[in-house]
């Protein structure tokens, strides 16, 4: 199983940014894929998730209303879009995946945002 991110970068606040994810070796749509995020000096949370062929989400309420989880199957590829970005988003954000009925998660290399003007 492989993960890539892609799409960080240096933004002012309110600007927009999208992350993409591209698997290997599993099928975005049969696993639960999500979003996480740490700070520096800060641990790593849940940002946003969605949830294998259902694809219900589920977001941290620091993100809701102003980031989007989606997935495209064809691509195999799940997508982060912040709106409204603000400094306090600054981190590096991770790209995870796990199977419907595991804890395990496999993660990403992670890609860098920076929100600051």
């Known amino acids: 199983v492989q993960l890539v991110e892609s799409g960080g970068g240096l933004v002012q606040p309110g600007g927009s940014l999208r992350l993409s994810c591209v698997a290997s070796?599993?099928?975005?749509?049969?696993?639960?894929m999500s979003w996480h995020r740490q700070a520096p000096e800060k641990e790593r949370e849940l940002v946003a998730v969605?949830?294998?062929?259902?694809?219900?989400?589920n977001y941290a309420n620091s993100v809701k209303g102003r980031f989007t989880i989606s997935r495209d199957n064809d691509k195999n590829t799940v997508y982060l879009q912040m709106n409204s970005l603000k400094p306090d988003d600054t981190a590096v954000y991770y790209c995870?995946?796990?199977?419907?009925?595991?804890?395990?998660?496999?993660w990403g290399q992670g890609t860098q945002v920076t929100v600051s003007s």
């Open positions: 995870a995946a796990r199977p419907l009925l595991s804890r395990t998660l496999t």
């Open positions: 070796g599993i099928t975005v749509e049969t696993y639960v």
């Open positions: 969605i949830i294998s062929r259902a694809g219900n989400t």
